[in-house]
């Protein structure tokens, strides 16, 4: 099988570890029992009581370090891992408190807006009908001057349970934002998973079934796909749209806009272009394991089977019918190029914005980023 051969080419790179310690912006006291995690996985320790920490089993990759203590600031460090041990300390701020402006809401609207946040934070999908946020009272809204917008954060990491996947996620919210007017939601923050219940149990076995439906056809599987070379073989077709009086534009050099398209002429047809690998994927010519993705319009991707959750999906916003097998989505390129790194994940996550059945890929779809099928 396909899978077999890329569990091979990831399990051959060498795994590494991260340690050194956690101590106070002086340098000179230790910081005990600081959550210390790769960003969006579930490689994650606490510091002990000298301070000191290390985490093991590391892919060559670029990752976010968090490390996270109710008495200190969040620290971030962004750091590129290859083959060799890395020693890292770290200096912790005390922390400052912020001064946002929180709204007092009456329970009803609080209710309302709480149901707007699971949906647009967690998803509509069944994994999210199966996620809890089990510390709801830490999440604030915040005062903003346009009614169609709500803004959210939490001070305290949210813990939210999924019983779909068999994850705790511990989440830092640093941003939720939906705007209902124009049908937009971002949220910002930082993630560590931890596995729920014992390894060899039924219920194990079943998260690990579930897992891997929610793999196939993600974003993950599409890069995972898209760096060994196998798109055909995995189910994905990729094509590029654009709009007609680009082109034009391009053969008669007409000014064209910031977004690439020729002014006064915004509603022209869009052209689709079938796109190779070749053609969206770049390697860096000195280090073979740096990657970049580039395109000129929004990238087209089609994926052959209908995904696990996707009729329970079409019950709650699709249109009524039968439609296609499998399902589109779109990658729009926001600011070129999109850096990916050796694991599949994206280094400037926020170069990117997704459309079509992608848009529904909330936190309770999401995989950590470390995850591999069996």
Same mark, same amino acid.
């Given at each position: 099988m396909l899978f077999f051969f890329i569990f091979i080419t990831f399990s051959i790179h060498a795994q590494v570890s991260i340690s050194g310690r956690i101590v106070n912006t002086t340098g000179t006291d230790p910081v005990s029992k600081a959550s210390v995690y790769l960003n969006n996985s579930t490689i994650g320790t606490a510091s002990g009581e000298n301070g000191e920490y290390i985490l093991n089993g590391i892919l060559p990759g670029v990752y976010e370090i968090v490390v996270s203590h109710i008495?200190? %600031?969040?620290?971030?460090?962004?750091?590129?891992?290859?083959?060799?041990d890395?020693? $890292?300390?770290?200096? #912790?701020?005390?922390?400052?408190k912020q001064m946002r402006d929180i709204l007092i809401l009456n329970s009803n609207l609080r209710s309302k807006w709480m149901k707007v946040l699971r949906e647009?934070?967690?998803?509509?999908?069944?994994?999210?009908?199966?996620?809890?946020?089990?510390n709801e009272d830490e999440i604030f809204f915040e005062n903003v001057p346009d009614r169609n917008v709500i803004k959210a954060f939490s001070?305290?990491?949210?813990?939210i349970e999924n019983k779909e996947l068999g994850y705790r996620v511990y989440f830092e919210l640093r941003e939720f934002y939906f705007d209902a007017l124009e049908g937009k939601t971002l949220f910002y923050g930082f993630s560590r998973y931890e596995e729920i219940g014992k390894p060899d149990t039924e219920p194990a076995r079943k998260y690990l079934r579930n897992? %891997?439906?929610?793999?196939?056809?993600?974003t993950l599987h599409f890069y995972h796909s898209l $760096?060994?070379?196998? #798109?055909?073989?995995?189910?994905?077709?990729?094509?590029i749209t654009r709009q007609q009086d680009t082109l034009q534009a391009k053969k008669?050099?007409?000014p064209v806009d910031s977004v690439g398209t020729a002014r006064q002429q915004t509603d022209a047809p869009q052209l689709a272009f079938a796109a190779t690998r070749k053609e969206i994927f770049y390697s860096d010519s000195s280090d073979n394991a740096k990657h970049y993705l580039n395109w000129t319009g929004t990238l087209r991707v089609r994926y052959k089977s209908d995904p696990y959750f996707k009729a329970a999906l079409e019950k709650k916003v699709f249109v009524s019918g039968n439609l296609p097998k499998g399902f589109q989505s779109g990658i729009l390129m926001l600011e070129a190029p999109a850096?990916?790194?050796?694991?599949?994940?994206?280094?400037?996550?926020?170069?990117?914005q997704y459309s079509g059945f992608w848009s529904y890929e909330k936190l309770a779809n999401m995989l950590p980023i470390n995850y591999r099928p069996q």
């Open positions: 008495g200190f %600031e969040l620290l971030v460090f962004k750091v590129e891992v290859k083959l060799t890395l020693k $890292l300390t770290f200096r #912790l701020d005390p922390k400052v647009n934070f967690l998803g509509l999908t069944i994994a999210a009908d199966r996620t809890k946020i089990l001070e305290l990491p949210l813990i897992r %891997e439906k929610i793999y196939r056809g993600s $760096l060994a070379d196998k #798109l055909a073989e995995e189910g994905y077709t990729t094509f008669s050099n007409k850096y990916l790194d050796p694991n599949g994940i994206l280094i400037n996550p926020l170069a990117v």
